[in-house]
């Protein structure tokens, strides 16, 4: 039995949703709250395996709850939002502080929720069986140990001061005479061309990645597939990704249409290195994260710098497009030079792929049980001898860096 809480603040919904959930043989609705600040509340007083919560709402907003949520009594949360510009924004938000999925609410509201019920009830179950509770402890436990390890290189060691015996015969050497600058020497200073040129970055464009240099690293290119939990594990891999990473990242993340792109502007405002999503043409770039549009599938064509990404509309793959299959197949015949990611999802996207990828010699990282929100998509992969590296969630970027450099 899956004990859900309600959070709200219109009753109609709060009544329209109770009602759906108590006709189910498998879910007990134990209470309902009217904002953020009472859903907190409730969670702490109910314990429920699920809530689902509103974005928008009085008092405490649903973005606040949750971040107060997670920290407080970590649980597997589905949230309701608009399809807005700024209920999109919302949602990436929600999902990147954990909450594991959501529900569109199609113009504001769910006035017909007879036409999205089973979409509602199959994402709570699937929710429900969310591993949030132990995926946000061991990420934390992989941050602790990862500053710690950071905060033992930066101790610098200790350099004593020794007074040596000075004597008087013993004089200090003169000052050389003030030496006359080269006549070349202000010329080169004031020689525009020989002047270092700064990195111009402009983020939410495509101009800034057209202005990045092709894909370098030796042609090589990393691939990382990831469905729930995926917009929170990308949020902390792609933030520690560095700046000057020589080659492209290309990412399928399973999301609806309408979403991927304030993913890629979220992680790119945050991030050092260049995302944005993917447009068909665009060529890979090193420095660039590209993301699979919602609704399409994503795939790599060419070689070495003149990489580039092809969108489709081909029938879904195992229900999925994009597909974590569908890009794999297409990136495999890199062989040695890719490196392919698998991170947190339900099911077994991308290990068909992962197949072929270590068949042509590629080299594979996939994310660990223990911060993994689902642990599906990574297991797949594990339990198929398929992974040369198991990693938690923090340590992924560094892992991908030493892949790619060596």
Known sequence: MIKILIADDSAFMRKVLSDLFAAQPDFEV???????????????????????????MPVMDGLNALAVIMEIHPMPVVMLSSLTKEGTDETIRALSLGAVDFISKAGGSISRIDTIE????????????ANVRSAMAGARAAERAEKERAKKKSVSPVMRHIDLPRHAAHEAPKEPPERQPSPFASAKRENPLLKPRSKVFMPHSASSAEAAPPTAG???????????????ALQSVITRLPKDLPCGVVVVQHMPPGFTKSLAQR??????????????????RSGCVYIAPGNYHMRVSGSGGARKIVLGQD????????????????????GRRLVAVIMTGMGSDGTEGMKKIKAEGGYSIAQDESTSVVYGMPKSVVDAGLAD??????DIARAIVAAVER
Do not use: W
Not at 34 to 56: C, F, H, S, W
Not at 272 to 284: C, L, P, R, S, Y
Not at 389 to 394: A, K, L, S, W
């Open 267 to 284: 992680l790119d405002s945050l991030s050092a290195v260049h995302v944005k999503e993917a447009e068909d043409g665009d060529i890979i």
């Open 389 to 394: 590296e198991i990693r938690p969630v923090t």
């Open 30 to 56: 134990v209470g309902t709250a009217i904002n953020g600040r009472d859903a907190i509340e409730k969670v702490k007083q109910y314990d429920p395996d699920l809530l689902t919560m509103d974005v928008q």
């Open 218 to 232: 030796g042609g090589k290119l990393v691939a990382i597939g990831t469905s729930t939990g995926g917009p929170q």
């Open 315 to 334: 029938p879904p793959v195992g229900n999925h497009r994009p597909a974590v299959n569908v890009l794999f197949d297409s990136v495999a015949p890199i």
């Open 118 to 129: 089973t979409d509602i009830l199959a994402k709570c179950r699937a929710a429900a069986k």
